[in-house]
Every structure is written in structure tokens, then in C-alpha cells.
């Protein structure tokens, strides 16, 4: 079982940067697979970002390739997602997720078991 709490979302204006942070509960952070996802109004939810459970491996959408950075921590069960040269296109609940599954499934919505509350990011233009 994971437990995950985002924090970090706000409001910030075109060009900006935000840095989202999520705290993982339990001790078997290090093996799971992370992800930052979104879900703007009316669309449907996607994979803003993933990332292996050594750090090894990342995967970013083309949205966001070259601005979005996804990072871990283990020794401190802390994933990160650092985003810059915000669009007002970014706009969305962002929701960190934890999976089980392996690389393989790294850009798999469904391979992501755990969830957060989500975090609001508002880019203003």
C-alpha cells in the first residue's frame, strides 16, 4: 500500500516555472514506478511524465519534452516534477501516481495502482 500527497501546484503566468513535489508513504517506495499525470477541464486525463523505479528510464509526452522534468529521490520517498517555460495549455489537476508493473508498463495509465488528491497548476496568459 502507497500513500501520496502532491503539493507545489499554484498559479503562475506564461513562461513561468512550478515545481510539484509528491510524499510517498511505505517502505517499498524505491520498487514502484512513478508518474505525474493531468486532467484539464473537459479532457481526458494523460501521462504528463514517468519515471522507473531506479530513475533509469523517464518518459515525457512531446507536450511537454524539453520542459518538464521528472525526478526521484528514493532515500526520501519524494518524486518531483519540475516544469518550465509554463503554456497556458498546462493547465490542469496534476495527480501523482505509483505502479508495480515494470519499464514496460511505464507509459501505461492503467499500470498505476496508487493515486494522490492532485494538485491545481493554472498558467495564465
Known amino acids: 500500500q502507497v500513500q501520496l500527497v502532491e503539493s507545489g501546484g499554484g498559479l503562475v503566468q506564461a513562461g513561468g516555472s512550478l515545481r510539484l513535489s509528491c510524499a510517498a508513504s511505505?517502505?517499498?517506495?524505491?520498487?514502484?514506478?512513478m508518474a505525474w499525470l493531468r486532467q484539464a477541464p473537459g479532457k481526458e486525463r494523460e501521462l504528463a511524465a514517468a519515471i522507473s523505479w531506479n530513475g533509469g528510464t523517464t518518459y515525457y509526452p512531446d507536450s511537454v519534452k524539453g520542459r518538464f522534468t521528472i525526478s526521484r529521490d528514493n532515500a526520501k520517498n519524494t518524486v518531483y516534477l519540475q516544469m518550465n517555460g509554463l503554456k497556458p495549455e498546462d493547465t490542469a489537476v496534476y495527480y501523482c501516481?505509483?505502479?508495480?508493473?515494470?519499464?514496460?508498463?511505464?507509459?501505461?495509465?492503467?499500470?498505476?495502482?496508487?493515486w494522490g488528491q492532485g494538485t491545481q497548476v493554472t498558467v495564465s496568459s
Open positions: 511505505g517502505r517499498t517506495f524505491s520498487s514502484y514506478s
Open positions: 501516481a505509483a505502479g508495480n508493473s515494470g519499464i514496460s508498463a511505464l507509459t501505461r495509465m492503467d499500470s498505476y495502482s496508487y
